[in-house]
């Protein structure tokens, strides 16, 4: 399995830190407001990587960390007048609920910043006694120059930094590229420490969370979106290796900008999407689909048309488990160039995820593979037991894609009343009332009901 490695620039082969474990670590959440859509492009990208190593048998352990102290929320705070650990905690919850539509695993460990005071203290401590980072009547902040090493990441050289965005301007600092590590003052929620009072700068976090759940070993991948390459990443990485001279994560993996009629999504804007409201219009695997179509690393522009499009796409494939499920497990004729045609559509699917996670490629592979056996299915003979296995094995894509069919039911009342219908419109159509039969197939529709005519009769499915 070769996967891109923002911090080489280059595909490279995945060889974890321990043979058969996979340490993730994932930018978690600053919960101010609720989940939007940039937030599931990011997590559903995350959520496929981490289920194809689940896939290929890694044992994962993933973090991911909450930012429930930041500027963002303190600000909500004040304007709503609920205290910051209670909003974060609100809206994280939410979005969990909404991520566990997505069909995404949970993490491992989900650390909150103000749950881990201590050891973000204590690393600082370190990077401080290594000297790597001094005090001033403001905070503490890290010393770019200390580190040779800074710059690694994101390609930025110290003398190019921007100094514009998210780069503190304080001339207590030796640098303005210097970043803080712990801000002193009185603020909406601070905390006691070697420094006075005050609280973690936004970097500091990550690197002390992540190496306490494993126990300061080196990651196997950091994830998270192209956006936090510099300065978050880079500034983690700094002090992470500052404070215990070892590399902090083998492999970075970064995802693609997501952008809205091809501009950057953003409430000035009004094109701002809520999570929340999307999956309202649209079912989950609808949304998971449009965002698997594109490789991770790519550029994702929002279309309405084209999650509606991947919707239809997806009930395909279910359409497939469920069409095959009610077939023979045995009989009908072997087929020899329809097994090698599943066997060459499955070997070049795994070949695709094994480049980099190539979901675009290994999607048309899946479908390839649907079709051929679609069209086995039209055969006077069908290969039945070769249909049986390519099931299970599209059952495992579909598994490792995160794409599951809603459970919808209905009442054992309602069915009856759908067989009722059905039944009549058989009726209609053997006595060539074809406006009656029409008008039943209308009102099925309107229940949601998908009506397909088979060789052997009618059979319906519920759509919701």
């Not at 650390?111 to 006694?129: L, Q, T």
């Not at 126990?215 to 978050?232: A, C, E, I, K, S």
């Not at 449009?290 to 084209?306: G, I, K, M, N, T």
């Not at 099931?391 to 039911?409: A, N, P, Y």
Request: aromatic share 10%; net charge negative; charged share 30%.
């Amino acid at each position: 399995m070769k996967i891109y490695n923002s911090l080489s620039r280059k595909l490279e082969e995945f060889e974890p830190v321990e043979e058969g474990k996979a340490y993730i670590y994932v930018c978690g959440l600053t919960p101010y407001d609720h989940a939007h859509l940039g937030h599931a492009r990011t997590y559903i990208a995350m959520d496929f990587l981490k289920r194809y190593l689940m896939y290929k048998g890694f044992k994962v352990l993933h973090i991911q960390n909450i930012t429930d102290i930041e500027d963002k929320i303190f600000k909500r705070s004040r304007e709503t007048g609920i205290s910051p650990l209670e909003l974060s905690k609100k809206f994280h919850t939410e979005a969990l609920e909404e991520f566990e539509k997505l069909n995404i695993i949970p993490a491992n460990h989900y650390p909150a910043v103000s749950e881990h005071i201590p050891e973000i203290i204590e690393m600082i401590s370190d990077i401080v006694a290594a000297g790597h980072a001094y005090e001033t009547e403001t905070g503490v902040y890290f010393d770019v120059n200390s580190f040779p090493g800074y710059g690694k990441l994101s390609g930025q050289k110290i003398e190019e930094v921007n100094r514009g965005a998210r780069v503190d301007v304080d001339e207590t600092k030796k640098d303005p590229a210097d970043f803080a590590l712990w801000k002193k003052g009185e603020d909406v929620l601070t905390f006691e420490s070697p420094w006075g009072i005050g609280r973690p700068g936004w970097h500091i976090e990550c690197s002390a969370m992540s190496m306490k759940y494993t126990n300061g070993r080196t990651l196997d991948m950091h994830g998270g979106g192209r956006d936090l390459v510099f300065p978050h990443h880079e500034n983690e990485v700094a002090q992470a290796e500052a404070a215990n001279g070892g590399q902090f994560s083998k492999y970075w993996v970064h995802t693609g900008f997501l952008t809205v009629n091809g501009e950057k999504m953003s409430k000035s804007l009004g094109n701002f999407i809520i999570l929340r409201d999307l999956l309202n219009k649209h079912p989950p695997y609808a949304l998971r689909l449009f965002f698997l179509q594109s490789h991770y690393r790519s550029p994702v522009d929002y279309s309405e048309v084209a999650i509606e499009a991947a919707g239809k796409s997806a009930e395909r494939l279910f359409n497939f488990l469920e069409r095959s499920s009610e077939l023979p497990k045995e009989g009908g004729k072997a087929d020899r160039d329809f097994r090698q045609k599943v066997e060459m559509e499955k070997e070049a699917f795994y070949s695709a995820l094994d480049n980099d996670l190539d979901a675009p490629d290994a999607i048309s592979h899946l479908f390839a593979l649907i079709s051929a056996c679609f069209s086995n299915m039209q055969e006077k003979e069908p290969d039945f037991e070769e249909i049986h296995r390519a099931r299970e094995e599209v059952s495992k894509m579909l598994w490792i894609f995160g794409l599951q069919k809603e459970e919808k039911k209905l009442s054992s009342h309602k069915e009856k009343e759908i067989d009722a219908l059905v039944e009549e419109r058989e009726k209609a159509r053997k006595e060539r009332n074809f406006k009656r039969s029409d008008e039943i197939r209308t009102t099925l529709a309107q229940m949601g009901i998908i009506l397909e005519d088979t060789a052997k009769g009618p059979r319906w499915r519920y759509k919701g």
